[in-house]
T-cell receptor, first 113, second 115 residues
Framework: DAKTTQPNSMESNEEEPVHLPCNHSTISGTDYIHWYRQLPSQGPEYVIHGLTSNVNNRMASLAIAEDRKSSTLILHRATLRDAAVYYC??????????????FGKGTKLTVNP | GAGVSQSPSNKVTEKGKDVELRCDPI?????LYWYRQRLGQGLEFLIYFQGNSAPDKSGLPSDRFSAERTGESVSTLTIQRTQQEDSAVYLC??????????????FGPGTRLTV
């Protein structure tokens, strides 16, 4: 499975934008880039995903490099509720052709009031 | 509608005992996944069910681990002869799934297992 590299931690101030980077230099042409986040003591929740073009939804924006070897999750105005571990994941397949998610350690985002 | 539910939320057991964890996926979701998360770590994939196909068991760490799913509904993860290293949060997720890699997974709150 192609792997992703993220900083261990980042810090932001409330109501400021946050840019969370992810490197995935070994991405294959059919891999989707997914972002999930995990709030303390909860299961992960989906944030956003994309393939080649930049994507926007109510939670965040995803900027994908032209060569697809890196991407950036953008939170436009961080709130205290955005404090979580953010996982950048390539949607891979096992040998059986299934849709498992391969999680790294993610980036722990701290939001300061 | 209801999300993914798991039971029990917490389970404390003794080394060597068997445990059974339950997952109720979102109605209509054909795919179901089990993951394990050790303290301070990321998630490890365990097993994947898709419809009536044979499950993908490639992530199960040993033959003490097994899982079943009845049709497209409830799944149970069984750990036999539990060991201390089995202590973790066990997370279940479901999705509408497909083969394109674009479907999101919806996670349950997890079962915290302490051996």
């Amino acid at each position: 499975d192609a792997k992703t590299t993220q900083p261990n931690s980042m810090e932001s101030n409330e109501e400021e934008p946050v840019h969370l980077p992810c490197n995935h230099s070994t991405i294959s042409g059919t891999d989707y880039i997914h972002w999930y986040r995990q709030l303390p003591s909860q299961g992960p929740e989906y944030v956003i995903h994309g393939l080649t073009s930049n994507v926007n939804n109510r939670m965040a924006s995803l900027a994908i490099a032209e060569d697809r070897k890196s991407s950036t999750l953008i939170l436009h105005r961080a709130t205290l509720r955005d404090a979580a571990v953010y996982y950048c994941i390539l949607r891979g397949r096992t040998q059986g052709g299934s849709e498992k998610l391969v999680f790294g350690k993610g980036t722990k985002l701290t939001v300061n009031p | 509608g209801a999300g993914v539910s798991q039971s029990p939320s917490n389970k404390v057991t003794e080394k060597g005992k068997d445990v059974e964890l339950r997952c109720d996926p979102i109605s209509g979701h054909t795919a179901l996944y089990w993951y394990r998360q050790r303290l301070g770590q990321g998630l490890e994939f365990l097993i994947y069910f898709q419809g009536n196909s044979a499950p993908d068991k490639s992530g199960l760490p040993s033959d003490r681990f097994s899982a079943e799913r009845t049709g497209e509904s409830v799944s149970t993860l069984t750990i036999q002869r539990t060991q201390q290293e089995d202590s973790a949060v066990y997370l279940c997720a479901s999705s509408t799934a497909g083969t394109e890699g674009s479907y999101e997974q919806f996670f349950g709150p997890g079962t915290r297992l302490t051996v």
